[in-house]
């Protein structure tokens, strides 16, 4: 029975943490404080956190019968033993458990190039200790993939506002490693981080004799991005008023053909009436 509640337990746990990993970001090599603090997150909300500080359960060491060892004596440790072999096989299946979702849970959430850098570890414990030492203080490695990402990161929407700060605390990020870059360089990286239709904005930045500080870059391309947007909706609203015009183009026309026979066939008809008057009164008259 014990075995089996710890079994149930253990996949409960499981289960749990898979339903916070989603909220989890990518570990890109940047975001290392805000990706650790949502993991932590996951791990004490799947009730796992336990596993990060509990060591992996000692098996208890095999027993043997003294040469002078009562027979007594001998059954009661062999039933101490048991009871210990026992609470074992449990704690154990439920720490195994426990780690194995954690270090699925940890590597689900790293970016595939970073991940087959890490070396591989039983614990997530250890685990987690090799990735803090790539990621924070002094390591090249984190610089490294802070200047590999500052350079390819491209403006996919969302704000671009949001776009440069991201990029801008990047580029904080390795001042603090003394490998810092200049404002202009940065607003450069920013540019050309941009998708095409930013294009105008970009040429005639190159061909200004300003120089943009971070404010102004954020400013200039908010208002662009504005621009782009309200051009967006007056087209849409231009090819709605055409298609509307359109659908009520052809049914105006249809319309008036259906009206022109009958005026025409009443006013015949009524001529027709009128003069067969006339001819009758005059054949009257002459009589």
Known sequence: ???????????????????????????????????KRELDLAFILGEVDWVLTTPCPIEPAEIFRGEKESDAEWQKRERDNASLIMSYDIEHAKWSSANKNCLAAVKNTIEPTILGSIPEYDTVSKYLESIKSRFTGSSKFYATQLIKQLVTERYHGGGVKDHILRMSNMASKLKQKDLGISDDFLVHLVLSSLPKNFDNLVVNYKISTENWNIEELISNCVQEEERHKETNGDSINLVKDNKEKSHRSPSSKEKQPQHLPQKQQFTVETRSVSTLQEDKTFQERSS
């Open 1 to 35: 029975m014990a075995g089996t509640s710890s079994s149930s337990n253990a996949s409960t746990d499981g289960y749990s943490l898979m339903g916070y990993i989603k909220d989890i970001p990518t570990l890109k090599g940047d975001n290392y404080e805000e990706w």
